[in-house]
């Protein structure tokens, strides 16, 4: 993936090849600039590659038309640091949102799923209640649920947990654990932090410089690191 900078071209990403195992936790890490968010939004075309392929369940994304891509972006969910939430709205309707911008019309099914969400997520409670009365665990609560709410197959998380205390940081990823087993959904996480690495992923990429420098089980990674980055 390159960049246009004036008359320059600045490479983001390059001779990247990496592969995702379907229900797995797949963790990208790397400093900041190591272009991990670049890679991330690749994966649901929100950036369009420069050169090369991807390809999700079978897929090559490169072909799709733009209601092709719609339909295809139904089946990711994806978070976001800063939770990305709509503050005039209560956590329900943040919720919903996401299924009425699909053209789900039926608000008993609509109501019904965010019930269901909102249990999974742990805050049936909060139902009513807007962004700004809730805690940013909280926040990225009604941010998963939002993620989940189409049924994605693929969960994108981008830096997720990093506006997070540790303690808050360890709920939210036992949860994406949880989601990841019951649910069976494939889960692409980047992040800077070492230890979201160890706790929930089963394997990781090491980016640095817009290349994957190492990847692997993230044990071997960590343990037999071969790359001065790692």
Known sequence: K???SGNASVIALQRIDLKVNEGEIFGV????????STLIRL????????????KVAGVDLMKLDDEGLRKFRQGVGMIFQHFNLLGSMTVADNIAYAMRIVGQKNAQEIDARVDE???LVGLSKHKHKHPRQLSGGEKQRVGIARALANHPSVLLCDEATSALDPQTTHSILQLLRRIN???KLTIVL????MDVIRTVCDRVAVIDGGQIVEQGAVTQVFLHPQH???
Do not use: F, M, Q
Not at 29 to 36: D, F
């Open 2 to 4: 390159t960049y246009k």
């Open 190 to 193: 980047i992040t800077h932090e």
């Open 117 to 119: 969400l909102l249990d």
């Open 228 to 230: 001065p980055t790692t």
């Open 29 to 36: 890490i790397g400093h900041s600039g190591a272009g991990k």
């Open 181 to 183: 087993e019951t649910l």
């Open 43 to 54: 994966i649901n075309l929100l950036e369009r590659p420069t050169a090369g392929t991807v």
